[in-house]
C-alpha cells in the first residue's frame, strides 16, 4: 500500500478554511456514487502494459465501499479506459508524441473494446446493479469522453467518492473535471493508486487543497453507513 501522508500544514490551512476536517461525510446515498477507475487487467495484472502493483492491494477497499453502496442505495460506475480509431483521430496528439510507434500500438491493442486487459480486474466485486462504462480519455468528463456525466445527472446523483488507478492521472483527470461541473467529490486516500508514493501523495494534497474531501476507506465506510440513520 501507498506510504500516505498528507501535508501538515495544508491541512491546518484547509482545516482553517472550511471550519472542519470533513465536509462531505454526511452523504445522501440516493445521490452518491461511487467510480471506480480504471481497475482493468491492463493497469493489474503482473507484467500488464500500464502495471500499477499497488492497485491489486487496494481491491479489497474499493469492493468494501462498492459493498457498502451497494447496501444503502448508491451506485456503483466501473470506468473502463477504451481506445478505438474515434478516440485514436481525436486524441491523436497524445498517441502520435507521446508514444514510439510500438508502445502506440501495444496500447490500443491491450484496451480495444473487448480485449483481455480492457477487461475489468476479476477480483472486483461486480453485480447486477452496478454500470460499467466505457472512457476515451484520461479524464470521464471531457466532453465525449465518455457517457458518465449524463448517467449521473439521469438518477440526480451530485456526490461521488473516487477510487482507482492512476491516482495522478484518470483518477485525478476525473475527480478535477467533476468538480468544476458542481459534483462534490470524496477522494479516498488508501484506495486510489500510482506508481510511486510521491506521485500520489502531490495528488492527495492537490485533491485536499482544491477539489475534494480526502478521506481514508474507513472514514468513507462510516460515512456510508451513517447515511439514512
Same mark, same amino acid.
Given at each position: 500500500?501507498h506510504n500516505v501522508?498528507?501535508?501538515?500544514?495544508?491541512?491546518?490551512?484547509?482545516?482553517?478554511?472550511r471550519?472542519?476536517?470533513?465536509?462531505?461525510d454526511? =452523504?445522501?446515498m440516493?445521490r $452518491?456514487?461511487?467510480? &471506480?477507475v480504471?481497475l482493468?487487467? @491492463?493497469?493489474?495484472? !503482473? %507484467?500488464?502494459p500500464?502495471e500499477?502493483p499497488?492497485a491489486?492491494?487496494?481491491v479489497?477497499?474499493?469492493?468494501s465501499i462498492s459493498?457498502?453502496?451497494?447496501?444503502?442505495g448508491?451506485?456503483?460506475i466501473f470506468?473502463?479506459?477504451?481506445i478505438?480509431?474515434?478516440?485514436?483521430?481525436s486524441?491523436?496528439?497524445?498517441?502520435?508524441?507521446m508514444?514510439s510507434?510500438?508502445t502506440?500500438l501495444?496500447?490500443?491493442?491491450a484496451f480495444?473494446?473487448d480485449s483481455?486487459?480492457w477487461?475489468?480486474w476479476p477480483? =472486483?466485486?461486480?453485480?447486477? $446493479?452496478?454500470?460499467a &462504462?466505457?472512457?476515451t480519455?484520461? @479524464?470521464?468528463?471531457? !466532453? %465525449?469522453a465518455?457517457r458518465?456525466?449524463?448517467?449521473?445527472?439521469?438518477?440526480?446523483?451530485?456526490t461521488?467518492?473516487i477510487?482507482?488507478?492512476?491516482?495522478?492521472?484518470?483518477?485525478?483527470?476525473?475527480a478535477?473535471?467533476?468538480?468544476?461541473?458542481?459534483?462534490?467529490?470524496i477522494?479516498?486516500?488508501?484506495?486510489n493508486?500510482?506508481l510511486?508514493?510521491?506521485?500520489?501523495?502531490?495528488?492527495l494534497?492537490n485533491?485536499?487543497?482544491?477539489f475534494?474531501?480526502?478521506?481514508?476507506?474507513?472514514?468513507? =465506510?462510516?460515512?456510508?453507513?451513517?447515511?439514512g440513520?
Open positions: 500500500m501522508r498528507l501535508s501538515p500544514e495544508l491541512q491546518a490551512a484547509v482545516l482553517a478554511q471550519g472542519r476536517a470533513h465536509i462531505f454526511k =452523504l445522501d440516493r $452518491t456514487a461511487h467510480v &471506480i480504471d482493468q487487467n @491492463g493497469f493489474m495484472e !503482473p %507484467g500488464a500500464v500499477v499497488v491489486r492491494e487496494i479489497g477497499a474499493v469492493n459493498t457498502a453502496v451497494r447496501e444503502r448508491g451506485q456503483n470506468l473502463r479506459m477504451t478505438d480509431e474515434g478516440s485514436q483521430a486524441w491523436s496528439n497524445w498517441f502520435a508524441y508514444h510507434g510500438a502506440r501495444r496500447l490500443a491493442e480495444a473494446r483481455h486487459y477487461r475489468l477480483q =472486483l466485486e461486480v453485480t447486477g $446493479t452496478d454500470i &462504462i466505457e472512457k480519455r484520461f @479524464g470521464a468528463f471531457v !466532453p %465525449g465518455s458518465l456525466h449524463e448517467v449521473l445527472q439521469d438518477r440526480g446523483i451530485d461521488l467518492i477510487t482507482g488507478t492512476l491516482t495522478n492521472c484518470c483518477c485525478e483527470s476525473t478535477r473535471d467533476a468538480m468544476q461541473m458542481n459534483y462534490k467529490i477522494f479516498v486516500a488508501d484506495a493508486a500510482a510511486t508514493d510521491a506521485a500520489h501523495n502531490a495528488t494534497d485533491m485536499l487543497m482544491l475534494a474531501d480526502v478521506m481514508t476507506t474507513q472514514e468513507v =465506510l462510516a460515512a456510508v453507513r451513517r447515511a440513520d
